[in-house]
């Protein structure tokens, strides 16, 4: 995990030295915009005066203020010892806290990732184990049609065919477009500020967990299949065992097995991830929206810092995934066998 780690970061830093336009150029552009108007400008980083333009010094003041006045080496080295301590500094644009700042941006993420995964679990793994019994029937087929289109939908595709179908578009006028909450939610009672959150998250979850529900629905279905024809479901219905007691006692605690294991790394990320496109249709001001921004306005302190954060999130549902594998198949052992 920490080679992984440090790989990363190392990767993405050593890019965004050779990428136009860093925080001091975009600056420097800016303070000459202004000049135009041939007023005395004051930023937040240095004074300036229009009239005067930048010299060399003010603009190696300005390297300075952004610490690009070091090497690249030393640079990394000190942001990795201040990552070391989850210090990940102020952003430039916004001039804030980096933690203050994706803490404020997660409740809208955390909300969509944790009510797609409950949809994808939710209906994906009965789903599957229901296709797989009735594996090459009429609903089998119908359903693998189904959710193989909602599949090949791209996920902004269907937000906006949602958004015209039952947003206020062409046809119905059913949910609300933007934001998680309307704006008078503070006023209305516990019971309407949880109704008038789920009324408005029902497109932007449908959006996101369309797509998902057809990976799951057929692991889920391939993983019984499988089970169903190994020879100790056929001993089990030979001793004359209900179907439901093969299904649901033998096969299903071996079947379940490749499910199970993703979960807890699927549940995690799930806190933590954002979709750009998802957040910006829906007018959503999360993690997706917040990475986009920050790269194009090179924004390095949120590019970094979010990223070294999220590798970690990221790495340790990984790990827990694979400890799930000996915690639930008892058969499988990371000791080494002579």
């Keep these: 995990m920490l080679p ?11 890019v965004t030295q050779f990428v136009p336009g860093g925080p001091v150029d975009q600056l420097v552009s800016e303070l000459q915009h ?33 610490g690009f006045d070091k090497p690249p080496g030393q640079r990394f080295v000190t942001m990795m010892k201040n990552y070391l301590l989850f210090d990940f500094g102020q952003s430039y644009y916004h001039q804030r806290s980096v933690v203050d700042l994706v803490v404020s941006k997660m409740p809208v993420s955390m909300s969509l990732g944790l009510w797609s995964f ?59 477009l933007r934001g998680i909450v309307s704006d008078n939610w503070r006023e209305l009672s516990l019971v309407g500020k949880i109704l008038d959150y789920c009324w408005h998250m029902v497109l932007p979850v449908v959006s996101s967990a369309v797509g998902s529900l057809a990976v799951m629905t057929m692991l889920t279905k391939n993983s019984f299949l499988e089970e169903i024809s190994k020879n100790y479901v056929v001993t089990a219905r030979a001793k004359g065992l209900d179907e ?5 006692k033998h096969i299903f605690r071996n079947a379940i097995i490749p499910i199970i294991t993703g979960f807890p790394g699927y549940f995690i990320t799930a806190f933590f991830t954002g979709s ?51 915690i639930v198949d008892p058969r499988i052992s990371f000791d080494s066998v002579d």
């Design 34 to 66: 202004q000049s135009g108007s041939g007023g005395e400008i004051s930023t937040s980083a240095t004074p300036y005066r229009g009239g005067s333009g930048l010299d060399q010094q003010r603009l190696n003041e300005l390297r300075a203020i952004y």
């Design 118 to 176: 409950l949809i994808v679990y939710g209906v994906c793994v009965p789903l599957g184990i229901k296709k797989a019994v009735s594996d090459g029937s009429r609903f089998d087929i119908i359903s693998s049609t189904v959710i193989l289109v909602g599949y090949a939908i791209p996920g902004f595709v269907l937000a906006i065919m949602l958004i015209v179908l039952f947003g206020g578009g062409s046809f119905l006028n059913i949910f609300p």
């Design 244 to 248: 439901r007691k093969v299904l649901y």
């Design 4 to 14: 992984t780690l440090f790989g990363i970061m190392l990767i993405t830093f050593i």
């Design 276 to 326: 750009l496109l998802i957040e910006t249709i829906f007018s959503l001001d999360g993690m997706g929206l917040l990475a986009y921004e920050s790269v194009m306005n090179r924004d390095y302190p949120v590019v970094l810092g979010s990223l070294y954060f999220f590798t970690i999130i990221g790495l340790v549902s990984r790990l827990l995934s694979d400890l799930s594998y000996v």
